[in-house]
């Protein structure tokens, strides 16, 4: 089993005062066994820390499933 296992369906951030809602992340699925490395790139905004938030577990209000392995 994979150590990080994350599909993820969708994530956005809620609307805030005049702002709408935003997408940030859509249909992402990623895997990595245990030692190894995985690199998150993109232009700033596209949502690489959300993503990190997410498998780190400080993110938790999304559509989607991940799986850590326990050790």
Do not use: H, W
């Amino acid at each position: 089993m994979a150590a990080v296992k994350l599909d993820l369906k969708e994530k956005s951030f809620p609307a805030v005062g005049d702002a709408p809602a935003k997408l940030v992340l859509d249909q992402v699925r990623l895997s990595a066994e245990a030692g190894q490395r995985l690199a998150i790139i993109g232009p700033s905004g596209c949502g690489k820390t959300t993503l990190l938030n997410i498998v780190a577990g400080l993110e938790r209000r999304y559509r989607g499933r991940l799986e850590l392995a326990a050790g």
